[in-house]
């Protein structure tokens, strides 16, 4: 009777279950079964009970209460109990449980036994889920069998050093000795390990790098060794002989090689052989090939070498097999920011890649094409990331957008070709662009002061086919608002002029407003603009008069908010109308990460007034100016009048949220009490103020009041703070 | 190094899991979700590799059986291929001609193997006959001690 039968019976019933809760059912009878026979003295069938466990904690169910007997059978004399206790040690104990540690004795007797096949359990587990204590434990007696003993216990030894080094670094200074000497070695298991453990100590310590840089004439030979000899049954693969090892020598040059230049010396001749001999047919070949390369390019190697690489590289890329392709252009992404132009020639080869049918070949298509544009080559490039743009995978298109818009921003050839190419990707995926596009596009806009009457018809014709992207809307909204009137002068140079009435473009916005596709922001845009045509059209201002008096009354908080404003505007300050809703001056444009300590000045959002009546916090201007506060990291000082001083000091927390320090201090002879601060932001800006640390100043700066502020900018704020406060000086 | 290799079927039934680094038994569940998900959802004819967090997800379909490993990213992807080929043939000279049923039935063998070819998430022994041989002594010393246990019992 095979002693798996048992075991085997047990899947076959597991399998047989129709539902899940038959499967269940039996499952819990077997756990039954093998818990009663774990209670049972020594029995013969101990490892069938365990094994039986292990595959139903394979299946998911839970098996910790087969961790004692997994103890136990390590500890056994038999093999067969030893092998499936060393096993579900493995699958069920991590250094986590507290099991391990009790195992943690027999491995050492089991280290030292006579038989090589139980070292061997003990030396795979100990590799396995060994932790810091045990492997402390026993780093010794891996050395000693480093030294000392067969190839077969030696090759294990130098991974569970390996593994040793990994979790207790400082162990690593013991088995330097020992991994030097097995370079030497004829067996290839024990000369990979060698070199695995080299790798890995040389990784971790740069002292110790230093000193292995001697064995790299040794690694040479090796390699030479492997890829001029004949045949070798033991080791060939498809004609190459042990390429397992091969790569792991490459690999190791590599790490020696980089930044030294004799050692990258030393190892030229062998790479350049490597190169030009190895079989490029079959994917192991390649897989040394690529290896090569990759240490070519990371090492100081001589120019010629560095061509030959990057020919294969674009070798590679014309293969027909995808894993090759993609393989390349990973590496190629690598060094695009260090021989770009040798990655530049084979561009339209990269290019293609774009339309490859697989997911992953396509994303780095697309990483590597965005690196490779160029002032040269944008308007070509863009044509292609535009159509890839409409017809790549959901997955990738934010990630385009962005892309698209950074290319643009850097290498536009002129403003028009700018403004078409971000209304293309509007149009193409409004839905995946970032939040900030709208305010971004909208101050480019605004700065093209030559091209408001073609932007205004784009984006005219373009509302009138679709309204469903949000951003492309908001954009046209504004537009038709500031620029409308020159929608109805029939005019335009660069572009086919409309010919509308004032009562169509209306119509657009109104469909805008009312439409269910409008997102609360939208319809505020398309408000806002239908109030702001109030004073560039001439004959239908009181259907625009209906229209905002209507919104008076809407459910949305915002949009009625804004009617009733600008309803008043009608009717109470008319006078004013005109003033206000004039066209916008251009925005400064600031980029991010501009610390200007002025301009947080000229935009103050705080207002401090001992003693006085309140007075309306000073008006902020535009948002590019706010965004300034964003790249503020430094402290600026807002107020210092009548001996308060009040700083301001910003971190950003995210994308969009940011947390400002207000800090007050008094260095006047008096306390100053009922102390608090006021601020203002504009509409797109939330402000959450804390609580302050104290409302009174003591005199002569002995303590401080502190508050802090999180702004947040979101599309549809929907109130604006204002904090009145008086404080009273004593 | 590589940190784990994982074998599912078609339907997405765990047939073997190996871990090389020590993990809580949620993380390995998720990453067993996770994996499953990504690899069974791909194409036919794509590409092998995928990029999964900071690790790099190297799978290959052998009859119903999906192999996938997880190594760190200054692995060599088309290497991680080969090893994954290496395993199978080793499984199949084993088995003779194996099939997904010889895993399932006899999974502790596939582990037993999987321990002479890879440790520690690094490969162990490059050379097929010196595992197999390995394989087949360990057998051999099994079989001598569970016959020896049959003597003990039968005959006292």
């Given at each position: 009777?095979s002693?798996?039968?048992?075991l085997?019976?047990m899947?076959?019933?597991?399998?047989?279950?129709?539902?899940?809760?038959?499967?269940?059912?039996?499952?819990?009878r077997?756990?039954?079964?093998i818990r009663a026979?774990?209670?049972?003295?020594?029995?013969?069938?101990?490892?069938?009970?365990?094994?039986?466990?292990?595959?139903?904690?394979?299946?998911?169910?839970?098996?910790?209460?087969?961790q004692?007997e997994?103890?136990?059978?390590?500890a056994s004399?038999?093999?067969?109990e030893k092998?499936?206790?060393?096993l579900?040690?493995?699958m069920?104990?991590?250094?986590k449980?507290?099991?391990?540690?009790?195992?943690?004795?027999?491995?050492?007797?089991?280290?030292s036994?006579?038989?090589q096949?139980?070292?061997s359990?003990?030396?795979c587990?100990l590799?396995?889920?060994?932790?810091?204590e045990?492997?402390?434990?026993?780093?010794?007696?891996?050395d000693r069998l480093?030294?000392?003993?067969?190839?077969?216990?030696?090759k294990?030894?130098?991974?569970?050093?390996?593994?040793?080094?990994?979790?207790?670094?400082d162990?690593?200074?013991?088995?330097?000795?020992?991994a030097?000497?097995?370079?030497?070695?004829?067996?290839?298991?024990?000369?990979?390990g060698a070199?695995?453990?080299?790798t890995?100590?040389?990784e971790?310590n740069?002292?110790?790098?230093?000193?292995f840089?001697?064995?790299?004439?040794?690694?040479?030979q090796?390699?030479?060794?492997l890829?001029?000899s004949?045949?070798?049954p033991d080791?060939?693969?498809a004609g190459?002989?042990d390429?397992?090892?091969?790569v792991?020598?490459?690999?190791?040059l590599?790490?020696l090689?980089?930044?030294?230049?004799?050692?990258?010396?030393?190892?030229?001749?062998?790479l350049?052989?490597?190169?030009?001999?190895?079989?490029?047919?079959?994917?192991?070949?390649?897989?040394?090939?690529?290896?090569?390369?990759?240490?070519?390019l990371d090492?100081?190697?001589?120019?010629?070498?560095?061509?030959?690489?990057?020919?294969?590289?674009g070798?590679?890329?014309?293969n027909n097999?995808r894993?090759?392709?993609?393989?390349a252009?990973?590496s190629?992404?690598k060094?695009?920011?260090?021989?770009?132009?040798?990655v530049?020639?084979h561009?339209?080869?990269?290019?293609d890649?774009?339309k490859?049918?697989?997911a992953?070949v396509k994303?780095?298509?697309l990483e590597?094409?965005?690196?490779?544009?160029?002032?040269?080559?944008?308007r070509?490039?863009?044509?292609?990331?535009?159509?890839f743009?409409?017809?790549?995978?959901p997955?990738?298109r934010?990630?385009?957008?962005?892309?698209?818009?950074?290319a643009?921003?850097?290498?536009?050839p002129?403003?028009?070709?700018?403004?078409d190419?971000?209304l293309?990707?509007l149009?193409?995926?409004?839905?995946?662009v970032?939040?900030e596009?709208v305010?971004n596009?909208?101050q480019?806009?605004?700065?093209?002061?030559e091209?408001?009457?073609?932007?205004?018809?784009?984006?005219?014709?373009?509302l009138l086919?679709?309204?469903s992207?949000?951003?492309?809307?908001?954009?046209?909204?504004w537009c038709?608002?500031?620029?409308?009137d020159?929608?109805?002068?029939?005019?335009?140079q660069?572009?086919e002029?409309?010919?509308?009435?004032e009562?169509?473009?209306?119509?657009?916005?109104e469909?805008?407003?009312?439409?269910?596709?409008?997102s609360p922001?939208?319809?505020?845009?398309?408000?806002t603009?239908?109030?702001?045509?109030?004073?560039?059209?001439?004959?239908?201002?009181?259907r625009?008069r209906?229209?905002?008096?209507?919104?008076?009354?809407?459910?949305?908080?915002?949009?009625?908010?804004?009617?009733?404003?600008?309803?008043?505007l009608?009717?109470?300050?008319?006078?004013m109308?005109?003033?206000?809703?004039?066209r916008?001056?251009?925005?400064?444009k600031?980029?991010?990460?501009?610390?200007?300590?002025?301009?947080?000045?000229?935009?103050?959002?705080?207002k401090?007034?001992?003693?006085e009546?309140?007075?309306?916090?000073?008006q902020?201007?535009?948002?590019?100016?706010?965004?300034?506060?964003?790249?503020?990291?430094a402290?600026v000082?807002?107020?210092?009048?009548?001996?308060?001083?009040?700083?301001?000091?910003?971190e950003k927390q995210?994308?969009?949220?940011?947390?400002?320090?207000?800090?007050?201090?008094?260095?006047?002879?008096s306390?100053?009490?009922?102390?608090?601060?006021?601020a203002a932001?504009p509409?797109?800006?939330?402000?959450?103020?804390?609580a302050?640390?104290?409302?009174?100043?003591p005199?002569?700066g002995?303590?401080?009041?502190t508050?802090?502020?999180?702004?947040?900018t979101?599309?549809?704020?929907?109130?604006?703070y204002?904090t009145?406060?008086?404080p009273v000086t004593? | 190094m590589?940190r784990?290799?994982?074998?599912?079927?078609?339907?997405?039934k765990?047939r073997l899991?190996?871990?090389?680094?020590?993990?809580?038994?949620?993380?390995?569940?998720?990453?067993?979700?996770?994996?499953?998900?990504?690899?069974?959802a791909r194409?036919?004819r794509?590409?092998?590799?995928?990029?999964?967090?900071?690790?790099?997800?190297v799978y290959?379909?052998?009859a119903?059986?999906?192999?996938c490993?997880?190594?760190?990213?200054q692995?060599?992807e088309?290497?991680a291929?080969?090893?994954?080929?290496?395993?199978?043939?080793l499984?199949?000279?084993?088995?003779g001609?194996?099939?997904?049923?010889d895993?399932?039935?006899n999974f502790?063998k596939?582990?037993?193997?999987?321990?002479e070819?890879l440790?520690?998430?690094?490969?162990?022994?490059?050379?097929?006959?010196?595992?197999?041989?390995s394989?087949?002594?360990?057998?051999?010393?099994?079989?001598?001690?569970?016959?020896?246990?049959?003597?003990?019992e039968?005959?006292?």
């Amino acid at each position: 009777m095979s002693p798996s039968v048992p075991l085997q019976e047990m899947i076959r019933a597991i399998r047989s279950a129709r539902t899940q809760c038959e499967e269940r059912g039996v499952i819990q009878r077997e756990c039954a079964a093998i818990r009663a026979q774990f209670r049972q003295a020594d029995n013969g069938g101990r490892s069938h009970n365990l094994a039986k466990l292990l595959y139903v904690h394979m299946l998911g169910y839970p098996a910790h209460f087969g961790q004692m007997e997994c103890v136990r059978m390590i500890a056994s004399p038999r093999y067969s109990e030893k092998r499936v206790g060393y096993l579900g040690a493995m699958m069920l104990l991590d250094e986590k449980q507290d099991a391990s540690l009790l195992i943690t004795n027999s491995i050492k007797n089991d280290l030292s036994n006579s038989n090589q096949y139980i070292q061997s359990l003990a030396l795979c587990t100990l590799a396995c889920m060994g932790s810091a204590e045990m492997c402390r434990d026993l780093a010794p007696e891996i050395d000693r069998l480093l030294r000392a003993s067969n190839s077969y216990i030696k090759k294990k030894a130098a991974l569970c050093a390996v593994h040793i080094v990994r979790k207790v670094h400082d162990l690593g200074e013991l088995f330097t000795k020992a991994a030097r000497s097995l370079l030497t070695e004829k067996n290839h298991g024990v000369v990979h390990g060698a070199v695995v453990l080299i790798t890995e100590l040389c990784e971790r310590n740069s002292e110790t790098l230093e000193r292995f840089r001697k064995t790299v004439p040794d690694l040479v030979q090796i390699m030479k060794g492997l890829v001029i000899s004949g045949y070798s049954p033991d080791h060939d693969v498809a004609g190459i002989s042990d390429p397992f090892l091969q790569v792991r020598i490459l690999r190791l040059l590599r790490i020696l090689g980089r930044n030294n230049e004799a050692a990258s010396d030393a190892m030229n001749d062998l790479l350049a052989q490597v190169a030009t001999n190895t079989d490029s047919t079959k994917t192991v070949g390649n897989a040394v090939l690529y290896e090569t390369v990759l240490t070519v390019l990371d090492i100081k190697s001589e120019s010629g070498l560095r061509v030959l690489a990057v020919n294969i590289l674009g070798r590679f890329l014309l293969n027909n097999d995808r894993n090759i392709r993609y393989i390349a252009m990973t590496s190629l992404q690598k060094i695009v920011g260090t021989d770009h132009n040798a990655v530049q020639r084979h561009r339209g080869t990269i290019v293609d890649c774009l339309k490859d049918q697989d997911a992953s070949v396509k994303r780095r298509a697309l990483e590597l094409s965005l690196a490779l544009v160029s002032a040269s080559n944008i308007r070509s490039m863009m044509k292609e990331l535009l159509s890839f743009l409409s017809s790549c995978p959901p997955e990738l298109r934010s990630q385009t957008a962005s892309g698209i818009f950074n290319a643009a921003e850097r290498y536009a050839p002129s403003q028009r070709w700018h403004i078409d190419t971000i209304l293309h990707v509007l149009t193409t995926a409004g839905g995946d662009v970032r939040d900030e596009t709208v305010p971004n596009l909208i101050q480019l806009i605004t700065n093209t002061s030559e091209l408001h009457c073609y932007t205004v018809h784009k984006l005219y014709r373009a509302l009138l086919s679709d309204i469903s992207q949000q951003p492309l809307v908001q954009v046209a909204c504004w537009c038709i608002g500031e620029y409308g009137d020159l929608l109805l002068t029939g005019e335009c140079q660069e572009t086919e002029p409309v010919q509308v009435t004032e009562d169509y473009v209306l119509d657009v916005l109104e469909t805008v407003l009312q439409s269910h596709m409008s997102s609360p922001s939208t319809r505020g845009f398309a408000l806002t603009a239908t109030m702001k045509l109030s004073t560039r059209i001439t004959e239908n201002v009181d259907r625009i008069r209906s229209i905002v008096s209507i919104y008076g009354s809407c459910i949305d908080v915002e949009l009625q908010q804004r009617a009733v404003e600008y309803n008043a505007l009608f009717k109470k300050y008319d006078h004013m109308r005109a003033a206000v809703l004039e066209r916008m001056p251009v925005i400064e444009k600031n980029s991010q990460g501009h610390t200007n300590g002025e301009t947080i000045k000229e935009s103050q959002t705080v207002k401090v007034k001992p003693g006085e009546p309140q007075q309306p916090a000073n008006q902020v201007q535009a948002n590019a100016a706010f965004y300034t506060v964003f790249s503020i990291v430094a402290t600026v000082t807002v107020y210092e009048k009548d001996g308060v001083t009040v700083t301001l000091s910003c971190e950003k927390q995210s994308d969009s949220g940011l947390t400002v320090t207000l800090t007050a201090s008094n260095s006047t002879e008096s306390d100053i009490r009922g102390f608090t601060l006021q601020a203002a932001v504009p509409k797109s800006v939330q402000l959450h103020m804390k609580a302050p640390s104290g409302d009174s100043l003591p005199a002569r700066g002995t303590a401080k009041v502190t508050q802090m502020v999180l702004v947040f900018t979101f599309a549809d704020m929907s109130e604006v703070y204002e904090t009145k406060v008086s404080p009273v000086t004593s | 190094m590589m940190r784990f290799m994982l074998l599912f079927s078609r339907q997405g039934k765990l047939r073997l899991q190996k871990w090389f680094t020590s993990m809580s038994e949620r993380e390995k569940k998720k990453i067993i979700r996770d994996m499953t998900t990504m690899v069974l959802a791909r194409q036919p004819r794509s590409c092998n590799f995928m990029q999964w967090k900071d690790l790099k997800i190297v799978y290959k379909r052998y009859a119903s059986l999906y192999f996938c490993l997880g190594v760190e990213s200054q692995e060599n992807e088309l290497l991680a291929l080969e090893i994954i080929h290496r395993y199978v043939e080793l499984l199949d000279k084993y088995f003779g001609n194996v099939c997904e049923l010889d895993i399932i039935f006899n999974f502790e063998k596939a582990y037993f193997i999987l321990d002479e070819f890879l440790m520690g998430g690094e490969i162990q022994e490059t050379s097929k006959q010196i595992v197999n041989r390995s394989i087949e002594a360990s057998d051999m010393l099994q079989e001598d001690d569970i016959s020896e246990w049959y003597e003990v019992e039968l005959f006292g």
